[in-house]
């Protein structure tokens, strides 16, 4: 073993209380420890704040992360703080009294780390803050959102490159959870890391169990879930709108479920409440837009839930990778239906953004709509998406129940050619309702007024109820051989491939829905998704086995575990931080597995490391005692 690696471990241990190195990031640690430019792409939870942390402590000077959210910064500063390290950051939160001490223990060496947002770090002010300093490093955080390309594009980050620019000596390292290959790309121009070395690890996160189903009744839907599932236990539902999130977490409260609602439309008060609420607290689900959750290391989220389709699968990747960051098992929960998609087209065509960036938000939502509508693994399909072959997990909906396919040829040419007629009887086109009438037979107000009783598609869609026909057009969308004219009252319309199915030149294969009353009694099996193991993260890693019993075997006292939560919990409301930044629930449940009663032994618990041994051991081994 290399001696930088020595004393990388040394680190590892002492000031983070982890046994051993993840993959990659012995690696990663040693090459920006020793002067390298490195670009990490690594899975939520994946332990990617330890590849610029541990090599922060290991360098002179002070580490500068640049962050994007206020809460991402103060989570972490809270953690590290805990661990005993100095950390600080400089964001809007701060009085001006508080931001100049700040920066007076920067520049005299005082801090470790310093936590920095994009557009404070690109200012005069504060490139020149860091003429002053003694830098070990440069972190770049959230790396993707250099991408005008990507979903969470930010304009601050373009700017970056200067800091190659003015401090070409400081080491550099960008990270990502969420990157293709195009973007990857773009990261390594934009910021100017042509020489960087990459590591990419798999996009792979076997702890969550990824569930997709049709929008029925999506709020009476997500109550079962919840209820069923995950009642008690910390969430996030996301809603496309501010009139959703408040309405679906209005109806959870009043269901028993400690839901919050959380978007922009709140004051900047009202938000850190709920935010810390729903931190500091056990058992809260936060109902929110996609505004809320970037950069939150809350580990103990057990569900994310989307009430509505997200627009990419960069982004629901993202978003759902907010579960389960303890390695626990967690789950991805989505229900979306025909509104979605017709909503979703509908929001990209009539953006004023430039056509190559709607054709490429246009294909962002086919591989969406992809992901939802496949028969296949999903988490085959989603690691696929981010170029990355694996074998079917066995722990998605359709691993666990295997989707019905047919040939949807005839069904297609059914609804292609109740278009064609609707229109051409009446001289303009019609909404999926009004044609799922006529397939079905079904004698409406408006059929009836129309005439198209009297056409030769009426009642041809019989066999098949309104929610199974919902479910084939979705399909057609999806593969583009039906539109929906924005401009005229979201209206079908053929497109040039319909003829290639309507003359049988095409064949289909379409998902079988069942029909709704068999839907409702099949939305997945109650099974729990598998916990992944995690080293050197917030997971418990590295176990050792008790009395000849592996660890993850041994029985978890369950009074001794809430006792230990409780402990923690008035620990971090003395402190006034997360109960998480205390220990993690996976050190807590070793705890209660491991039942230490001295310090050596609760030394070996994954996340104690030498300043939470001394800080709290005494008060730990007290309540293992009292619950003997």
Known sequence: MSDLLARATRVLQDVFGYPGFRPDQAQIITHVAGGGDVLVLMPTGGGKSLCYQVPALLRDGVGVVVSPLIALMQDQVAALKEAGVRAEFLNSTLDWRQAQ???????????????????RLVTERGLALLDRLKIALFAIDEAHCVSQWGHDFRQEYLQLAVLAERYPSVPRIAL???????????????????KARSFVQSFDRPNIRYRIAEKDSPRR?????????????????YALSRKSVEETAQMLAQNGVDALAYHAGFTAVEREERQTRFIEEDGVVVVATIAFGMGIDKPDVRFVAHIDLPKSVE??????????RDGAPAEAWMVYGLADVVQQRR???????GEAHRRAAHAKLDAMLGLCETVRCRRQYLLEYFGEASAPCGNCDNCLEPPAQFDGTEAAQKLLSCIYRCEQASGFAFGAQHII??????????????????????????????QQWRAVLRQLLTMRLVAVDHEHWNVLRLTETSREVLTGARRLTLRQELPRSAARKSEGR???????????????????????????????????????????????????????????DSSLREIARRRPLSSDSLAEVSGVGATKLARYGEAIIEVVRAQQ
């Open 315 to 324: 982004g629901y990747y993202q978003e759902t990778g907010r579960a389960g």
């Open 176 to 194: 990502t959870a969420t990157a293709d290959a195009a973007t990857r790309r773009e990261i390594i121009e934009r910021l100017h890391l042509r």
């Open 437 to 466: 009438d006529v397939l079905r037979g079904e004698r409406t107000d408006k059929v009836l007024e129309r005439g198209h009783d009297r056409i030769s598609t009426f009642g041809i869609g019989a066999d098949r109820d309104a």
């Open 526 to 584: 109650r099974r729990k998704p598998r916990a992944a193991s995690s080293a050197g993260s917030s997971a418990s890693a590295g176990a050792t086995p008790l009395d000849g019993v592996p660890l993850e075997e041994a029985p978890l006292d369950e009074a001794l575990f809430q006792a230990l939560r409780e402990w923690r919990r008035g620990v971090a409301r003395e402190h006034g931080v997360p109960a998480y930044t205390v220990l993690h």
């Open 101 to 119: 001490e700040i920066e007076r223990r920067a520049a005299a060496g005082e801090l470790d780390l310093l936590y920095l947002a994009p557009e």
């Open 347 to 353: 929001l990209i065509d009539q953006s004023e953004a």
């Open 221 to 237: 839907q997500l109550l079962r879930f919840i209820r069923e599932e995950h009642f008690g236990e910390s969430g996030i539902v």
